[in-house]
């Protein structure tokens, strides 16, 4: 799959298609215990459509210390879902990203009671809401941190897939569409 936008006048460069680069650096020079939130935009060669956008708001999140689990992983989720969305139903899947293993992705239950929840989730009920997983101890052994003492976790998110859900947004596409009239009611939730 080819995400990246190239810059064709400049090479070399290109548009970045994730905050990961920020986790790799952060564990290259600190010692563990480390957790740190990276922000970032971000950009995709992706097809734009109701739930997904070529640029967005990424956030990603890493945790490594000493015994961290699966369960730990799942445990912040759960609590960030509550927090954020209220007591949502959730699931996570068995997923592929190269620098976690195992990998998920987590979706929150929407329904398909109507017809733009019905178009948000191609007609599962489910909307993907962030990518996860354990950071493969390869990857800790490459920022020179002691996979055998240390584990940890990573996530990413995209702000405004949260949005579409937190404010019942039909169509990601709304909130790139500088529309003053849409965006004045988001006023308070800053």
């Not at 810059?7 to 650096?25: E, I, Y």
């Not at 564990?27 to 967005?56: D, L, W």
């Not at 529309?179 to 004045?184: A, E, H, T, Y």
Request: hydrophobic share 40%.
């Amino acid at each position: 799959m080819q995400d990246t936008f190239y810059v064709v006048d400049a090479p070399g460069m290109l548009l970045r298609t994730h905050t990961s680069n920020v986790q790799a650096r952060v564990m290259s020079y600190r010692k563990p215990p480390i957790r740190i939130i990276a922000p970032g935009r971000v950009y995709r060669n992706e097809t734009i459509s109701a739930r997904s956008h070529a640029q967005f708001h990424q956030v990603e999140g890493l945790f490594i210390d000493e015994d961290v689990s699966f369960a730990d992983l799942k445990q912040t989720l759960q609590y960030f879902a509550e927090e954020m969305f209220g007591a949502p139903k959730i699931r996570l899947r068995p997923s592929f990203f190269p620098f976690t293993e195992p990998s998920a992705e987590m979706d929150i239950w929407l329904g398909t009671d109507t017809e733009e929840n019905y178009r948000l989730t191609k007609g599962t009920g489910w909307l993907e809401i962030l990518g996860c997983g354990m950071v493969d101890p390869q990857v800790l052994e490459n920022c020179g941190i002691d996979s055998k003492k240390y584990s940890g976790y990573a996530f990413g998110m995209g702000i405004e897939r949260q949005a579409l859900r937190l404010f019942n947004i039909p169509d990601i596409r709304y909130l790139f569409e500088n529309d003053v009239r849409f965006l004045k009611q988001f006023t308070s939730a800053i």
